[in-house]
C-alpha cells in the first residue's frame, strides 16, 4: 500500500539536526518505507544526514509518501510530528 | 623559526606556561583506489561494516570517558547519528556493488557527495555539520586502512599542544595535568575547546590567527599566556627568563594568597563586605570555593543555551541548575537569567539581525519579547530552591514598567512553584542588574520592586561613557574609575541602603584590587569576582579601615577628570600596599 501526504514546516528552526533525528526515529519504527520529498529531490525518511541535507527551513512544503503494510498509519504519525512542531516550544 | 615571534588570540583559559609545543597534524590520508571484482563484492561490503562498528566501539569508549569528566557531549552525539545513518553506509555500499570501488574509495566518494550538499545549504548551523560527518568517515577510512586515528591520547606530558583545532572527542581524551597548555587557530569564547580547557584548568589561547602553525615543530618552545590571550613562539632568553621569574612570582604570591581564603573579607574597624565568584560551569564551583568564595554572585545561564539548535526545557534546565546550588549549598548561587543578543545569539532563536545589538533585544527584553522563555526558566530556577540556595537576577533593565513585568511574572510563577509544593521556593530573593545608567538614575524607584542590586560594572561603564572598550580608535576611553561611573554606583548605593536592599558589583571592576577602597567607600556589600583574584582582595580588605578608604572617596569626588582619579588612587594604593601592586601590576 502507497499513501501520500503534504505538510509544511511550522517549527522556528526547520528540518535542522533535531527535528531530522526525531523524524528518522519515528520512520524507523514502521515497517514501510519512508520518503520525503521537496520539490524534485527525495530523501530517505529514515536518514538523518539525507533529511538535513534536504535543506527545508521554516515555510517549506513537503510530500511524505509511505509504502508498506503500515503505510497509512506511518503517514499520519509523521504528518502529526511536523505540525507539532517535533515537540518545539515555536 | 629561531626569531621570537608573538602571536594574539581569545584568551580561554588562564595560566602562564613555558614548555615545548606539540603539533597535532592531520596526517594527509591517500585513500587507495582500486576497481574490485563483482564476485569480492560481498566481502568488501562486509570489511566496510566492519569498520563501522570498530569505529562505534571506539566512539563509544571516548563517549564514556568524557562522562567520567561530566562533560556531556550534545556536539560529540551528533557523530553517532551520523555514524548509524542508513544513506551513508547505502550509498557507500551501492558504489561497491554497482561502480566496482574498494570500499575505501566508495566511502570517499559518498563523502564527497555529501560534503556538497552540506555546502550549498545557507543554515550555518547545519552547514558546520559538515564537520562532523567529515570527522566521522576519516575515522572509519582510518579503521578501513588500519590506521590509529591521531589524537592526543599519546601527547607527552607537559607539552603545549597546538592544533588548527581539537575535536570534542579529542579533548575528552585528555586528562588533568597531562598537557601543559593548549593553543588552537580555530575556536571562541564559548567553543568546546574552551570549555573543556577551563574545567580541566589547562591553560588555553583559542582563535589564534598569523599562520603560526604552518611553521611550528614539535619541540619549539612556547610561552602561553592563557590570562592575556597570547603566544610567544621561540622566545629569546631574556624573555624566558622574564617569564620564568613572572610564573615564579605569580606562583609564591598565589600560595601565600591562598593563606586568606578562608577568612572573612573584614577592614580592621569592622566593615565586612562578602566577596563571591563569577562562574559559568559548574566544574568552576570547586576552584571558586579553594579560593575563598563564599558563594556565587554571578552564574550566567547563556552556556545552556549555547552550541545547540533547540532550547533546553524545563527539566534539563532544573538538572543544571540542581547541580549547581547543591555543589554550593549551604552557600547561594545568583542565578542570571538569560542574557542574550550582541554576540551571544544561540542557534535555538534564530533572530533578525541587528545593527547595534548592544542596545538591541537583550536581557530583560528578551524575556518580555519571549516570555514563555522566561517563564520556564524561572519555574526551573524556582523549583532549584528543593536543593539549595538560588537567586534569581534580571540582566538589562532600563525601564521601572521592565521591573514591575520581571516581578510580576516571578510572583506569579513562585505561587505556582509554592503551591505545588515546595514551600522553599518562597524564599528565592528576586534582583537586577544595573547596568544601564537608566536603571542607575531610577534606583530609587526600583528598589521597592527587588530583593537585590547588582551592578554590572562592565556595561554600565560602556553605556555611560559611550565607549566601546573593543574599540582599537576609542578603547583608551573606557575607565572605571570615570567620575561619571564613580556617582553613578554611589547613587545606587544609596537607593539601596535607604530601601534596606544589598547593593553588589559583579563586573571586572569588582576583581581589580586597585578599587578596592572605592568600592568600600560608596558602600558595595557584595563583590562578585573571577575566583582568581579573590584571596588578594580579602588580603587588602582585611589590612584596611573604612575611614581611610572613605577618605580616599572623598578626595576622588572632588577631581574632575578621569585621568587625576586614576593617578590618585593608584598612588594611594600602590604606597599603601607596596609588595602587592608592585607584583601584580610589574613595573609599568
Same mark, same amino acid.
Given at each position: 500500500?502507497?499513501?501520500?501526504?503534504?505538510?509544511?514546516?511550522?517549527?522556528?528552526?526547520?528540518?535542522?539536526?533535531?527535528?531530522?533525528?526525531?523524524?528518522?526515529?519515528?520512520?524507523?519504527?514502521?515497517?514501510?518505507?519512508?520518503?520525503?520529498?521537496? @520539490?524534485?529531490?527525495?530523501?530517505?525518511?529514515?536518514?538523518?544526514?539525507?533529511?538535513?541535507?534536504?535543506?527545508?527551513?521554516?515555510?517549506?512544503?513537503?510530500?511524505?509518501?509511505?509504502?508498506?503494510?503500515?503505510?497509512?498509519?506511518?503517514?499520519?504519525?509523521?504528518?502529526?510530528?511536523?505540525?507539532?512542531?517535533?515537540?518545539?516550544? +515555536? | 623559526?629561531?626569531?621570537?615571534?608573538?602571536?594574539?588570540?581569545?584568551?580561554?583559559?588562564?595560566?602562564?606556561?613555558?614548555?615545548?609545543?606539540?603539533?597535532?597534524?592531520?596526517?594527509?590520508?591517500?585513500?587507495?583506489?582500486?576497481?574490485?571484482?563483482?564476485?569480492?563484492?560481498?566481502?568488501?561490503?562486509?570489511?566496510?561494516?566492519?569498520?563501522?562498528?570498530?569505529?562505534?566501539?571506539?566512539?563509544?569508549?571516548?563517549?564514556?570517558?568524557?562522562?567520567?569528566?561530566?562533560?556531556?557531549?550534545?556536539?560529540?552525539?551528533? +557523530? #553517532?547519528?551520523?555514524?548509524?545513518?542508513?544513506?551513508?553506509?547505502?550509498?557507500?555500499?551501492?558504489?561497491?556493488?554497482?561502480?566496482?570501488?574498494?570500499?575505501?574509495?566508495?566511502?570517499?566518494?559518498?563523502?564527497?557527495?555529501?560534503?556538497?550538499?552540506?555546502?550549498?545549504?545557507?543554515?550555518?548551523?547545519?552547514?558546520?555539520?559538515?564537520? @562532523?560527518?567529515? *570527522?566521522?568517515?576519516?575515522?572509519?577510512?582510518?579503521? !578501513?586502512?588500519?590506521?590509529?586515528?591521531?589524537?592526543?591520547?599519546?601527547?607527552?606530558?607537559?607539552?603545549?599542544?597546538?592544533?588548527?583545532?581539537?575535536?570534542?572527542?579529542?579533548?575528552?581524551?585528555?586528562?588533568?595535568?597531562?598537557?601543559?597548555?593548549?593553543?588552537?587557530?580555530?575556536?571562541?569564547?564559548?567553543?568546546?575547546?574552551?570549555?573543556?580547557?577551563?574545567?580541566?584548568?589547562?591553560?588555553?589561547?583559542?582563535?589564534?590567527?598569523?599562520?603560526?602553525?604552518?611553521?611550528?615543530?614539535?619541540?619549539?618552545?612556547?610561552?602561553?599566556?592563557?590570562?592575556?590571550?597570547?603566544?610567544?613562539?621561540?622566545?629569546?632568553?631574556?624573555?624566558?627568563?622574564?617569564?620564568?621569574?613572572?610564573?615564579? @612570582?605569580?606562583? +609564591?604570591?598565589?600560595?601565600?594568597?591562598?593563606?586568606?581564603?578562608?577568612?572573612?573579607?573584614?577592614?580592621?574597624?569592622?566593615?565586612?563586605?562578602?566577596?563571591?565568584?563569577?562562574?559559568?560551569?559548574?566544574?568552576?564551583?570547586?576552584?571558586?570555593?579553594?579560593?575563598?568564595?563564599?558563594?556565587?554572585?554571578? #552564574?550566567?545561564?547563556?552556556?545552556?543555551?549555547?552550541?545547540?539548535?533547540?532550547?533546553?526545557?524545563?527539566?534539563?534546565?532544573?538538572?543544571?541548575?540542581? @547541580?549547581?546550588?547543591?555543589?554550593?549549598?549551604?552557600?547561594?548561587?545568583?542565578?542570571?537569567?538569560?542574557?542574550?543578543?550582541?554576540?551571544?545569539?544561540?542557534?535555538?532563536?534564530?533572530?533578525?539581525?541587528?545593527?547595534?545589538?548592544?542596545?538591541?533585544?537583550?536581557?530583560?527584553?528578551?524575556?518580555?519579547?519571549?516570555?514563555? !522563555?522566561?517563564?520556564?526558566?524561572?519555574?526551573?530556577?524556582?523549583?532549584?530552591?528543593?536543593?539549595?540556595?538560588?537567586?534569581?537576577?534580571?540582566?538589562?533593565?532600563?525601564?521601572?514598567?521592565?521591573?514591575? #513585568?520581571?516581578?510580576?511574572?516571578?510572583?506569579?510563577?513562585?505561587?505556582?512553584?509554592?503551591?505545588?509544593?515546595?514551600?522553599?521556593?518562597?524564599?528565592?530573593? *528576586?534582583?537586577?542588574?544595573?547596568?544601564?545608567?537608566?536603571?542607575?538614575?531610577?534606583?530609587?524607584?526600583?528598589?521597592?520592586?527587588?530583593?537585590?542590586?547588582?551592578?554590572?560594572?562592565?556595561?554600565?561603564?560602556?553605556?555611560?561613557?559611550?565607549?566601546?572598550?573593543?574599540?582599537?580608535?576609542?578603547?583608551?576611553?573606557?575607565?572605571?574609575?570615570?567620575?561619571?561611573?564613580?556617582?553613578?554606583?554611589?547613587?545606587?548605593?544609596?537607593?539601596?541602603?535607604?530601601?534596606?536592599?544589598?547593593?553588589?558589583?559583579?563586573?571586572?571592576?569588582?576583581?581589580?584590587?586597585?578599587?578596592?577602597?572605592?568600592?568600600?567607600?560608596?558602600?558595595?556589600?557584595?563583590?562578585?569576582?573571577?575566583?582568581?583574584?579573590?584571596? !588578594?582582595?580579602?588580603?587588602?580588605?582585611?589590612?584596611?579601615?573604612?575611614?581611610?578608604?572613605?577618605?580616599?572617596?572623598?578626595?576622588?569626588?572632588?577631581?574632575?577628570?578621569?585621568?587625576?582619579?586614576?593617578?590618585?588612587?593608584?598612588?594611594?594604593?600602590?604606597?599603601?600596599?607596596?609588595?602587592?601592586?608592585? +607584583?601584580?601590576?610589574?613595573?609599568?
Amino acid at each position: 500500500m502507497t499513501c501520500e501526504v503534504e505538510v509544511k514546516i511550522c517549527n522556528q528552526l526547520g528540518l535542522h539536526l533535531r527535528a531530522a533525528a526525531a523524524l528518522a526515529k519515528l520512520a524507523e519504527s514502521f515497517e514501510s518505507e519512508v520518503l520525503v520529498r521537496k @520539490d524534485g529531490t527525495t530523501a530517505n525518511g529514515k536518514s538523518v544526514i539525507a533529511l538535513v541535507t534536504l535543506n527545508a527551513p521554516l515555510g517549506t512544503s513537503l510530500e511524505i509518501v509511505a509504502e508498506g503494510p503500515d503505510a497509512e498509519q506511518a503517514v499520519s504519525d509523521l504528518k502529526e510530528l511536523v505540525e507539532t512542531r517535533f515537540g518545539e516550544a +515555536q | 623559526m629561531s626569531q621570537q615571534a608573538e602571536y594574539r588570540g581569545v584568551p580561554a583559559s588562564p595560566g602562564i606556561v613555558l614548555a615545548p609545543a606539540y603539533v597535532l597534524r592531520r596526517e594527509r590520508l591517500v585513500i587507495p583506489e582500486y576497481a574490485i571484482d563483482r564476485e569480492v563484492a560481498p566481502a568488501e561490503i562486509e570489511r566496510l561494516a566492519r569498520a563501522f562498528d570498530e569505529t562505534r566501539a571506539r566512539l563509544e569508549g571516548i563517549r564514556e570517558g568524557m562522562q567520567e569528566t561530566g562533560l556531556v557531549g550534545d556536539i560529540f552525539n551528533a +557523530q #553517532f547519528l551520523f555514524l548509524e545513518d542508513p544513506t551513508l553506509i547505502a550509498n557507500a555500499n551501492r558504489n561497491i556493488e554497482e561502480l566496482g570501488l574498494n570500499a575505501e574509495w566508495a566511502l570517499q566518494r559518498e563523502l564527497r557527495r555529501l560534503q556538497r550538499l552540506f555546502e550549498s545549504i545557507a543554515d550555518p548551523y547545519i552547514r558546520e555539520r559538515s564537520s @562532523d560527518v567529515g *570527522f566521522v568517515v576519516r575515522r572509519v577510512l582510518q579503521a !578501513l586502512m588500519g590506521r590509529e586515528p591521531e589524537g592526543l591520547a599519546n601527547a607527552p606530558r607537559g607539552v603545549i599542544v597546538a592544533a588548527e583545532d581539537l575535536s570534542p572527542g579529542e579533548m575528552a581524551q585528555l586528562k588533568r595535568g597531562q598537557v601543559a597548555g593548549i593553543v588552537t587557530v580555530g575556536g571562541s569564547r564559548t567553543s568546546h575547546v574552551t570549555i573543556m580547557a577551563r574545567s580541566l584548568e589547562i591553560p588555553a589561547v583559542v582563535g589564534a590567527a598569523g599562520g603560526w602553525l604552518t611553521d611550528l615543530a614539535d619541540g619549539v618552545q612556547v610561552v602561553l599566556d592563557g590570562s592575556a590571550g597570547r603566544i610567544l613562539v621561540a622566545p629569546n632568553p631574556e624573555t624566558v627568563a622574564e617569564y620564568e621569574k613572572r610564573r615564579s @612570582d605569580t606562583e +609564591q604570591l598565589e600560595r601565600r594568597l591562598l593563606q586568606y581564603a578562608p577568612l572573612p573579607a573584614e577592614t580592621r574597624d569592622g566593615v565586612s563586605v562578602s566577596m563571591l565568584a563569577n562562574v559559568e560551569l559548574v566544574d568552576e564551583i570547586p576552584i571558586a570555593l579553594r579560593h575563598g568564595g563564599e558563594g556565587i554572585g554571578l #552564574f550566567r545561564t547563556e552556556f545552556l543555551f549555547m552550541n545547540r539548535t533547540d532550547l533546553p526545557d524545563e527539566e534539563e534546565q532544573l538538572a543544571a541548575y540542581r @547541580d549547581v546550588v547543591e555543589v554550593i549549598e549551604p552557600l547561594s548561587c545568583v542565578f542570571r537569567t538569560l542574557d542574550l543578543g550582541g554576540d551571544k545569539v544561540p542557534t535555538g532563536l534564530s533572530l533578525a539581525e541587528e545593527p547595534n545589538p548592544a542596545l538591541g533585544l537583550r536581557g530583560i527584553r528578551m524575556s518580555l519579547h519571549r516570555p514563555e !522563555l522566561y517563564r520556564v526558566q524561572l519555574r526551573a530556577l524556582l523549583r532549584a530552591s528543593e536543593f539549595g540556595s538560588p537567586k534569581v537576577l534580571i540582566p538589562m533593565v532600563s525601564t521601572l514598567s521592565e521591573v514591575q #513585568f520581571a516581578r510580576q511574572v516571578f510572583d506569579e510563577v513562585r505561587d505556582e512553584v509554592v503551591a505545588s509544593g515546595l514551600p522553599q521556593a518562597a524564599r528565592v530573593e *528576586f534582583g537586577v542588574m544595573i547596568e544601564t545608567p537608566a536603571a542607575a538614575l531610577i534606583a530609587e524607584l526600583i528598589a521597592p520592586h527587588v530583593d537585590f542590586f547588582s551592578i554590572g560594572t562592565n556595561d554600565l561603564i560602556q553605556y555611560t561613557l559611550a565607549v566601546d572598550r573593543a574599540n582599537d580608535q576609542v578603547g583608551y576611553l573606557y575607565e572605571p574609575l570615570h567620575p561619571a561611573n564613580l556617582r553613578m554606583i554611589q547613587q545606587v548605593c544609596q537607593a539601596g541602603r535607604r530601601a534596606g536592599i544589598v547593593v553588589g558589583v559583579c563586573g571586572e571592576m569588582a576583581g581589580d584590587p586597585i578599587n578596592s577602597w572605592i568600592l568600600l567607600a560608596l558602600g558595595v556589600k557584595e563583590l562578585s569576582m573571577t575566583p582568581f583574584s579573590i584571596p !588578594l582582595l580579602k588580603k587588602i580588605l582585611r589590612d584596611s579601615t573604612i575611614a581611610e578608604a572613605r577618605s580616599l572617596v572623598s578626595d576622588v569626588l572632588e577631581l574632575g577628570s578621569a585621568a587625576e582619579i586614576r593617578v590618585h588612587v593608584e598612588g594611594t594604593m600602590r604606597s599603601r600596599f607596596p609588595i602587592e601592586f608592585e +607584583q601584580i601590576l610589574g613595573n609599568g
